[in-house]
């Protein structure tokens, strides 16, 4: 058996496989919803199930929404869901603390928003990407890390909370690292004792279009 499964689609296929399909209508929202919005989450969920099949044989009744937002996932199961306009991703694990995945476009991420992700610890450049591309990895890196991390500490934290400090684009990799305090959150949950928490992650790009990143807290 397998430690992790991950399922990504387009999202119109998804749609146009399962959405009207009476074994699937569990995954619908509220049919007052706006229909991009039960159309993502759907396929969220589609992904999700498919995942827990491949990853523990079994079927997923239900997924449930915490009040944060975030996915009840089943009990020994970590994972985390993402779409962006094209794409739908889930991947879960049933071996890893956290796990966080975020799909981002290329470029949707725009320049005066530097100052509220980046912080004076951020790489401030990546070799192998533009600049106009530049700040939807960090975001992504950073919102990757937050999906992660957030069912672990409870508590909500920026995008200066972290820092990424390394990126190795031929690779597809890169580090992350935490601040003091979210870290101290983190070693109370994981009974460690680091002062700061440093993560790797990986990253894919889609079509030269969407980043695909992740991170796993092992
Ligand atoms: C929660 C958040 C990360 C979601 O990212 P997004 O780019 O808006 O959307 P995505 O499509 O990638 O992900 C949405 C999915 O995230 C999941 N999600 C929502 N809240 C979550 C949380 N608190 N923890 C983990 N996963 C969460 C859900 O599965 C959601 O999809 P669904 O509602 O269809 O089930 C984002 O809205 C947010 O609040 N960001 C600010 C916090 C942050 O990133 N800080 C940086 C720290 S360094």
Redesign the pocket.
């Known amino acids: 058996m397998t430690d992790n499964a991950r399922i990504l689609f387009e999202q119109n296929e998804v749609i146009q496989m399962y959405f009207n399909d009476p074994e699937w209508s569990r995954f619908d929202l509220k049919k007052e919803a706006v229909l991009k919005r039960r159309y993502?989450?759907f396929a969220?969920?589609v992904c999700a199930a498919l995942a827990y099949k491949k990853l523990t044989q079994k079927k997923l009744l239900e997924l449930q929404?915490n009040e944060?937002?975030?996915?009840k996932w089943p009990h020994g199961i970590v994972g985390?869901?993402?779409?962006?306009e094209k794409y739908v991703v889930a991947e879960l694990s049933s071996k890893a603390k956290g796990l966080?995945i975020?799909?981002?476009t290329l470029g949707s991420v725009e320049k005066n928003l530097q100052e509220s992700i980046c912080n004076k610890d951020d790489v401030t450049q990546i070799n192998g990407i533009s600049s106009e591309h530049f700040l939807t990895y960090i975001f992504s890196f950073?919102?990757s890390?937050?999906?992660a991390v957030?069912?672990l500490v409870n508590e909500?934290?920026?995008?200066q909370?972290?820092s990424v400090t390394q990126v190795d684009f031929a690779q597809k990799t890169f580090q992350i690292s935490l601040n003091e305090k979210i870290s101290s959150l983190l070693s109370k949950k994981m009974n460690h004792s680091e002062k700061t928490f440093t993560f790797a992650g990986d990253f894919s790009i889609l079509d030269q279009k969407t980043l695909l990143s992740r991170v796993i807290i092992p």
């Open positions: 993502e989450f969220g969920r929404i944060d937002r975030s996915p985390s869901i993402s779409h962006n966080g975020d799909l981002a950073k919102e890390l937050f999906k957030y069912p909500f934290f920026d995008f909370s972290a």
